[in-house]
């Protein structure tokens, strides 16, 4: 699928150069491995050897990347754009579990175990994507050890989120939810995330997220924008957070 004029130009630099390309200058796939956790412990010649393996693709806004049940066949990084992972219900709602941005990973889960994805990925921004394949990447952590210690660490971490946002749902208020998915999803001081995507995140509805955060303006706490938030107050924040 085509992305947009900047997915196009990484893409194409990519294919023909190995290379992906942002605003502030080149970046390897290489390096986006290097910068992640799971794969930040190789050496150069291990990661050069695990960066022949990438290969590109490009999604529109929207559009999915995989759905809960497909197969688990591989791995992917956001070399541009974002995507948002959700888990799906019959009713069509859905229930926001994280988003992954630049550098991010995601399919890790059913890249190891090869069962059928856990949730939906979908594009919320024209997204290039590299993709490492589960043929490739399971025989590459056999010859390298150290990186299923680092896949036990990522899934270890995401267990205990998991945990905690069982614990959040089942014990805290509409109000501590709020909070401590803002400070999830924050970057620096903003929150990229619609109110719909909010109270997907808490297991709310937008009517009352929507009330919830006009109170929070009127105190000075946060300013509501067209498609998120900022946070005025890290202090009150922090205080709500730990509200039951």
């Known amino acids: 699928m085509r992305g947009g004029p900047q997915s196009r130009m990484i893409a194409a630099r990519i294919r023909a150069t190995g290379a992906a390309m942002d605003t502030e200058g080149p970046s390897t796939g290489r390096t986006l491995l290097a910068s992640h956790p799971l794969f930040a412990g190789l050496d150069e010649q291990a990661l050069t050897q695990l960066s022949r393996?990438?290969?590109?693709?490009?999604v529109r806004k929207g559009a999915a990347i995989v759905r809960k049940g497909d197969p688990g066949a591989s791995l992917m990084i956001v070399a541009d754009g974002a995507?948002?992972?959700?888990?799906?219900?019959?009713?069509g709602k859905e229930a926001l579990l994280n988003v992954i941005e630049r550098g991010g990973v995601f399919g890790e889960i059913a890249l190891l175990d090869g069962e059928p994805r856990?949730?939906?990925?979908?594009?919320?921004?024209?997204?290039?994507?590299l993709v490492l394949d589960r043929r490739d990447v399971l025989p590459f952590i056999h010859r390298h050890p150290?990186?299923?210690?680092?896949?036990?660490?990522?899934?270890?971490?995401?267990l205990r989120q998991a945990s905690e946002h069982v614990e959040s749902m089942m014990f805290l208020s509409v109000t501590a939810r709020m909070a401590r998915a803002l400070q999830r999803f924050r970057q620096g001081t903003s929150v990229p995330l619609t109110q719909l995507q909010i109270a997907q995140a808490i297991g709310s509805t937008r009517e009352s997220v929507n009330q919830e955060l006009r109170r929070w303006q009127a105190e000075g706490w946060i300013r509501l924008e067209k498609g998120g938030l900022v946070i005025l107050r890290d202090d009150m924040l922090d205080e709500l957070a730990r509200a039951r």
């Open 146 to 158: 150290q990186v299923a210690i680092e896949f036990i660490s990522v899934l270890c971490r995401k």
């Open 53 to 58: 393996f990438l290969h590109v693709r490009e």
């Open 118 to 129: 856990t949730a939906d990925a979908i594009a919320l921004a024209d997204c290039t994507l």
């Open 83 to 91: 995507v948002k992972v959700v888990a799906p219900s019959a009713d």
